[in-house]
């Protein structure tokens, strides 16, 4: 019988722009202040790119800082780049094509918009090229220089976000590590509550959309503290896996509060919870992949360890993932 082939995480890497943009720069360019920031989002700073930097420079970085730490080998024979952005350089060419050859991968390569759990369903496109056998090494970034986006006079949703990338090499790795199970989400009705809009000017209801970056905080608000648990015990039920076999919890970085709802319904140890909101803001498609880099850094993340992704953001959209982490 052919022997199955287990797909996993082998290298990461990460950066955020040297940057900083912290609430009292904020307080400087609107009506706003530190304490208000704080206490409703939890963020502190967030990094924000220079004039020079985008998506694209921002995720060639972190691949660099992948292969500092795992070796020039870690990316030779990436077969396909798989780029997840909320703020591509441009709608096209692929930001994904940008990265492949600045490394001269001979390597496919896209971009993946669904907004900040795209790195999540890109992970789950890499674990099944790989496990189909159709492909064999897989690069999947998580990158966003969303500043450059931002109305810093709409403090409504401005104050929320931050810049940065998550790198990851995608290949097959020893049975019994690796991913366990995903599940993706999309629900478009909620597509008017969170977006920047590109060509058109309504959405196929009639609803209009606005110039510029969209929120409504309190549906998103509530959408999340909804779906992130639910999301995690789905994904869990599906790799025949319990709360306790958890050893670490790695949530979209959206929102202090809504991160520790999630944990605190869950029932988990905020021990056993990654929060790095404070220091990168929102940072979409690359909150998970930099949360995770911070705890790799930090001694968190060991063989054998079981790891839940959870995320949401626009669509709206979600997904989640269970991965036994593989490597040393
Ligand atoms: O990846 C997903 C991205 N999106 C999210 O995660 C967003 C989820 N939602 C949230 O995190 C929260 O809804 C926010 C942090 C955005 C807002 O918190 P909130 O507790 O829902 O505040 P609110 O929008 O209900 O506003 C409360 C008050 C309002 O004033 P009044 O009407 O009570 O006088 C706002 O005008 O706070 C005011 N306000 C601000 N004040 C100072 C809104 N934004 C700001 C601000 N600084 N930046």
Redesign the pocket.
Known sequence: MEKKITAGITAIGSYAPEKLLSNFDLEKM????DE??RS??GIETRHMAADGEFASTIAIRSVEDLVKRFGKKAIEGVDLVILATSSPDALFPATASLVQSHFDLEAGAFDLLI??PGWIYGLSVAQAYVESGLLKKILVIGTEALTKLMDYSD???S??FGDGAGAAVVEAVEAGYGFKSFILGSDGNGAKH?GIRAAADQFPDGTPIPDGPF?N??E??KF?VRIMPNATLDVLKKADMSLDDIDLFVP?Q??S??VTAAADKLGIDHEKMILVVNEYG?T?TASIPLALADAYDAGKVKKGDNLVFVS???GLSWAAMVLTWSTD
């Open positions: 609107m009506d706003t202040n208000w920031i409703r989002t907004a900040c403090r409504n949703i104050i929320l969170l929120m905080g309190r998103v608000f999340a979209h959206a929102n509060r809504i929102n979409s949401f953001g626009a």
